[in-house]
């Protein structure tokens, strides 16, 4: 089965940046999707960007020019590269896993997704 185990979470200043990893193991499909998803304390999980096996990649508007999401297929890796982080970045930020079926609600959607990881805390002050 799937597993997802991220790292690469801490404490910045205003302005500084972080690379969030993500390394999955145990997938067989060929087509599946991830993304990067953040919770905030007392809010919503909400989508960051997400990455597809077809190469597509789609980004929230509130981290676009900011953030970059890409995977490195060799390492069974998926990176969160974060600039220019705001304090309203903070938030414990998921990896997730999914592949296409009926649960599709969209790529920001925490509902589309089948497989999570632990979660990793950013933290700008």
């Known amino acids: 089965h799937v597993q997802l185990v991220e790292s690469g979470g801490g404490s910045v200043q205003t302005g500084g940046s972080l690379r969030l990893s993500c390394v999955v193991s145990?997938?067989?499909?060929?087509?599946?999707?991830m993304g990067w998803f953040r919770q905030a304390p007392g809010k919503e999980r909400e989508g960051v960007a997400t990455f597809d096996s077809d190469g597509s990649i789609k980004y929230a508007d509130f981290v676009k020019g900011r953030f970059s999401i890409s995977k490195d297929n060799a390492k069974n890796t998926l990176y969160l590269q974060m600039n220019r982080l705001k304090p309203e970045d903070t938030a414990m930020y998921y990896c997730?896993?999914?592949?296409?079926?009926?649960?599709?609600?969209?790529?920001?959607?925490?509902?589309?997704?089948?497989?999570w990881g632990q979660g990793t805390q950013v933290t700008v002050s």
């Open positions: 997730a896993f999914g592949v296409y079926g009926d649960n599709w609600n969209g790529w920001n959607s925490a509902s589309t997704y089948d497989v």
């Open positions: 145990g997938f067989t499909s060929r087509w599946y999707f």
